[in-house]
């Protein structure tokens, strides 16, 4: 004859015995519809501003130029002496009108361990007021010294081609321009938002 429960002790049995034959307790394996990590796509916005397709316009010209380059020295052993040197120029002019490109977007590499471990506030928001005006500073003097240099090498001729290196220089001075153009946007925008981030960016690290 099997055991009796009275009052309690007979709901607190109801309870334990559906609490078994629950397939979702505790020790029961978690079902296929729950993942730890979710990744989803980020939209892919293509934008146009100037500095996107002289950049564009570069990269495709530098690709050709190195192809040609491989081409006529491994495969036709004669190589053209005019494509190593303007290779070499058109990375330079490249890494300066990139360098708008990424001004614009915000993209440059930076420490921002100490802006992240401070809380919103006016002491936050000065320091990176504070990194912008000395970015906004560094990139003006880019391109005071461009133009300087660009006055410098209008005299002095490529190696291979009977023209002068001023050329060469001003798309690096040009480069220098436009991202001091779009560091001034940047502090710009900044400065109307008050030198907030955005809460997924502030709210990396909480300090303790």
Known sequence: ???RFRGDDTENYARLS????????????????????????EEVVIEHHPEDWIAF?????????VFLQFFTRYILND????TEEIARYGLMSLAFIGGAVVTRKKAHIAVELVSNLM???????ALLALVDFITLGFMGLLAYFSVTIV???HSQPMTVFDMPMSLVY??????C???????????????????RRAPDVADQIHAD
């Open 1 to 3: 004859m099997g055991p």
């Open 18 to 41: 559906a609490m078994n034959t629950n397939p979702k307790s505790t020790n029961a394996a978690p079902s296929d519809d729950v993942h730890l990590i979710v990744v989803e796509d």
């Open 57 to 65: 316009v570069l990269f495709w010209a530098l690709a050709f130029i």
């Open 79 to 82: 190589s053209l002496a005019w």
């Open 119 to 125: 809380g919103p506030g006016p002491v936050r928001a």
């Open 151 to 153: 006055e410098r090498m």
């Open 170 to 175: 001003g798309l690096v001075g040009l480069g």
């Open 177 to 195: 321009f436009m991202m001091l153009a779009r560091q001034l946007q940047v502090v710009w925008r900044n400065a109307r938002d008050g030198w």
